[in-house]
């Protein structure tokens, strides 16, 4: 981390000045008009750049993290991203991620805080072919599924409406879904379907928020920097609040500029698809919800889910515990907490 410049350094350069311009001209005050040097920020995203990093990149390309005088280094996600472990451990002063794994780190004892939303809803889905008899989550009953076998989704889902089906691991690809309109598979709406979508393959999806098990995708810190540097974290959250407003509201082209540069496997048709999708959906705000908006009500229901599944400990973890919404924007600050 830089801290902000040493007070007396400031002093001895103002003395240097009066030294070298003799007593012509009258001095301002020592330091005056200077600005400290730009806080560093490590932000660790949970996957390679794409649209859900729209605001991130906007941010970044616009001026919108220079203007709060922050220098912030995004780091592209992936399987190995690890953003937990880096952030619990101050590599990455912020991670994204699904606020199911954060609430479960929390509950293992690891220093992290949640404190706003990149969406307001994780967009896993189930997508299938139009063709596919499954109209709704019932119907699934006696079905296979290809998904992710610790998905806290599915034991939810098994609950809920007293079915059962089998699981098969997810491999993440798609060939199958291709060809067989009877499959059934676990994916992201605003990524995987593009390639299917562009080969002319008609797909329908049961989102998994409509269910009631409505998890954040988040944006979480170290509870000691939270504490340390909220003044850095409420800039960090007002520059990513407008990169998300010129991203959603006006262009996508800034952020994806960068996204193309970055990541040789996006094109710029996924891009704009991908965004698009983003919008239809309101992942990341709605009329009523401004973007980065977190509530108690939200994760204190997530969490007695969880509780309900066994997944997480009965009492073990409080809203108050594992959120704070002070360090949002005012129009964000619906459920403002402050950090123990």
């Keep these: 981390m830089k801290s902000p410049r040493n007070p007396a350094s400031g002093i001895l350069l103002a003395a240097l000045a009066l030294i070298a311009g003799g007593c012509a001209k009258k001095s301002e005050p020592a330091g005056a008009g200077a600005k400290a ?23 970044e390309a616009l001026g919108y993290f220079r203007d709060e005088n922050l220098d912030v280094t995004l780091l592209q996600g992936g399987p190995n991203a690890y953003s937990l472990n880096k952030v619990a451990t101050n590599q990455a002063q912020l991670g994204q991620s699904d606020s199911t794994n954060v609430l479960l780190a929390i509950q293992s004892g690891a220093p992290l805080l949640n404190i706003a939303a990149i969406f307001q809803h994780d967009p896993s889905v189930l997508m299938m072919q139009e063709a596919n008899t499954v109209k709704d989550w019932p119907d699934l009953n006696g079905r296979t599924i290809m998904a992710r076998p610790e998905w806290a989704f599915l034991p939810y889902l098994r609950k809920k409406y007293g079915i059962g ?11 199958r879904l291709a060809v067989d309109p009877t499959f059934v598979q676990q994916g992201f709406y605003i990524a995987e379907p593009y390639q299917l979508v562009t080969k002319g393959v008609k797909l329908k999806y049961l989102t998994c928020w409509d269910t009631g098990f409505d998890a954040y995708t988040t944006i979480f810190t170290n509870r000691t920097f939270a504490r340390e ?37 996006a094109s710029a048709g996924y891009l704009d698809w991908s965004r698009q999708q983003i919008i239809g959906a309101q992942l990341a705000h709605r009329d009523d919800v401004d973007y980065l908006t977190i509530t108690s009500e939200r994760y204190q229901k997530q969490i007695s889910q969880l509780e309900e599944l066994g997944i997480l400990p009965a009492g073990a973890l409080k809203a108050e515990m594992v959120m704070d919404a002070s360090f949002l924007p005012a129009g964000s600050k619906e459920d403002a907490k402050t950090t123990k």
């Design 37 to 59: 040097p730009p806080f560093k920020l490590t932000v660790q995203l949970d996957w390679v750049a794409e649209p859900e990093h729209g605001s991130f990149y906007t941010a």
């Design 165 to 175: 089906f089998n699981v098969v691991p997810q491999n993440f690809d798609l060939g």
């Design 229 to 265: 540097h909220g003044d850095q974290l409420r800039a960090f959250l007002r520059a990513l609040h407008r990169g998300y407003q010129s991203y959603i509201e006006k262009d996508g082209a800034p952020a994806h500029a960068i996204m193309l540069k970055i990541n040789p496997k």
